[in-house]
């Protein structure tokens, strides 16, 4: 098999089972979750296989000229084949973990097509290299995000699902404004013709600014970050992808891919993205630490940890890139076993109010010691896969000379430590508050999902030289 | 061959109007099958070129038919949205002498609009214009109640306003030109002689024009008349008759009779940029579905002519491929209404709730055809606005570009207010089924089929019907 075939079977197979699975699911319910799971695997299991080459021989490209420059240009490198490996490896561990979260609702039928897509959606945007082309994936991730947020279908569920929707689509408007003017400053939407041109004529500043607000919007950053809080209504497995493996992820990627890969920021630029990202994890660590709904804890320590991959892949040097691919696997290894563990309490505890939750840890050990190990990932404690990046991302920091900031986020990191002990001490610990908080455990398939992403969190420390020393090459790379 | 396109329609009309017990039982099919042949002879013209055949029955007019791309895109969509409207109106009109005057003036609307996509003369181009406006004036008013006499008496009033300017711009170019012959205006525009008086003209037209198109702020017509209208007739009226009668023109005659200048672009860039703005702004504050609709076409109709005012070869081809667009999704979010209608009684937003599970066809196909209006990809909507957009950035018109673009935040925001009013959300108890009809379901698919088709497709679109679209400008 060609690498390729390969490129586009790790696409194609997401998006064209997206129209089977309605078939599928008119003949049998479980037929159609191992369906949506195989394709899901498949998709990881062919970027895995890719991985070793792509490292080795560098990137595979496919392109084909459109009319406009509305090209099919499609590359795996480094960054992409990473980042989709890691993607879909992370969302075949929640689909599995749906089947029993999700089996006892309505809309089942939509829910794995959405998912399908999504992911789809996402592994067709990372390896897309034409800005058109990226754009179509990026708002189709948004139309299954919404769908899936407003799941429940609950009046203010469909509302909330609806302000993300317009927040990202205003966003991405914003870009593709920016989109067309690189097209008009370049004459061309693919990124290898770009990232050539710019080396003779710098990007405007107004359209690095329009970019960069879609950007920001997709990723829930400061000033465009409430959608994700207000997201947490949605099924615990559905925020878990958006949080841990698509869609804020797509944020960060493409700032990566723009801003890293193509069209390197000037250090004005840097600067402004860092300061923005540090007042982001600043203030959302905060909301965290006050906030009673451990969904929105969650969903507000992820906003907060995002700053902390911006602020990586802005610093412009091998380390502190490195450190924010590498961070892209451990926070979403760490948040998915964080929002699934979540979800193992809402479910069974029929509440996500921390004041209302405690002493759950007897009745929930495994849950307990899940929750616990990735928070520790997300904490930065060693040995847990979440230290070596947050480390890599700070002294990355030091070493560009930005100290007051790394100051900054070395607060930041601090302030994850307390709200996930305050999150944790109030949900495990203690007393048990009221008869109906005496909950048991999820079931087996939940608790083996839950466990596998913790365990994966410590291992990705353990064993750090693996993931790192592709983390450093990819920066290599990237960089050059 | 090319007068069969009136002639045909005009036969049928005559047979349907004797009485014939079983013609007049078939009428539904006979102009079916007729408006059928018009799609595929628009559609297989690349294949078999017809309209290159000599034409003996043209001898009976006064004016000469012309053939063009442009042409070729205009006799498609009549054949489309005509036959989705007459379908529509056959599972929707009950009463038996209603149906068969529906069959009748949509037979009318449709030689109209035919003629005047074919003709190239303006006289000719307003006696049709007319015929078009006249018949669906008597459409609006079918079921005679308060509310639709109401609407067609706007309608009346106001076409007969334009009407008004156009015969005093006829007078004006009459006297520059001494013909009206497409061509002769056009060169009589290259003599600086009578700049004044051709400049008078086309501005008198363009009033008209904008009237009869319905963009803002002329526009006080449109909701009344669409929203009152049966449901077939506002597929008809929306999706196709207005814009023949009203965009099309405006396409045709700033696109390559009239010259274009600086001032008539500004004037249409801001008529454009209005419209968008606020027509979309007032669809968000509607109740009813029909009016919501009618206030989204004022809003798109407003990317066409911001697209005419850009005034470069891709810009209007963005604007044709925008009208086709347009006329696909809006049929379709028109056919919707008809069904939630039918199948509820209603289209007032505040009494349907949560009916994603009772009737998902059409919660899922309005759902296509929203995000193909808002311009979400990877609908057809999205391409065309994109190429408009592309064309106003290229042109230097980055303020219009950037509200034709942010605009669509707003078109996007009425649509999530509808699926979730109406389609995303807990079901009602109260509300029951009375059964939608399966023809209505058929046109449902078919039409999101097209548009997403369309758009998924957007190469072979683009290399068949947008490129040679180019080519006719200049």
New interface residues.
Partial sequence: MTKELTLFLIILIPLTGVFILPLISRVSASLRNWFSFAAILLSAVFSFLLIPSIFKDGAVTVFKSLPFGFNLALTADSLAIFTAAVVSLISALIVLFSFDYISHYKHQDEYYPMVVLFLGAMMGLVFSANLILLYIFWEITAITSWRLIGFFREKEHVLRADKAFLVTVFGSLLMLMGFLRIYQETGSFDLFTIKEAVKLHPISNLTISLILAGILSKSATLPFHTWLPDAGVAPSPVTALLHAAVLVKIGVYVFARIFVATIPLNLPWQTIVAVIAGASALVSAGAALVDTDLKRIIAYSTVSQIGFIFLGFSLGNEIGVAGGVLYILMHGLAKAGLFLCAGIIEQNAKTKDVRHLGGLFSSMPITGISFLFCAFSVMAIPPFGGFFSKYMIISGTFQAGHRIIATVFLFGAFLTVLYLFRAFNLVFMGEKKSPSTVAGEGSRLMLACVAAFALLSLLGGIFIRFPSALALITAQKMLL | MLSLFILAPLFLLFVLNLPLKPVNKACFWLAGVLLSAQILMALGHALCPWSLYPDKLGLFFVFNLVMDNLTLVMLLVIGIVSLVALFVGKSTIILEEQRFNFVSLVLACVIGMNAVVLVRDIFSLYIFIEITSIASFVLIALKKDKLAIEGTFKYLIMSAVATVFMLCAMAFLLLAAGDLSFAAVHSAFYNPANAGLLKCGAGLFLCGLLIKSGVAPFHGWVPDAYSSAPAGVSILLAGITTKVAGVYVLLRLFGSVFILNAQFQNILLFAGAFSIVMAALAALTQDDFKRMLAYSSISQVGYIILALGCGTPLAFAGAIFHFFNHAIFKSLLFVNAASLEKEFGSTNMNTLA?L??KSPVTGFTSLIGA?STAG???FSG?WSK??I??AL??AGRFVY??IA??A??LT??YF??FQ?RVF???TESTLSSAGTSWALRFWEIALALITAASGAV??LV??NWV?PLKAIFW
């Fill in positions: 949560g994603g599970n995000l979400i990809p990877p999205f994109l190429i957009i592309l950035f290229s570009g950037g673009l942010l669509s935040i996007l925001a999530l207010a979730r995303f959300g807990k957007f190469v683009h290399n490129l």
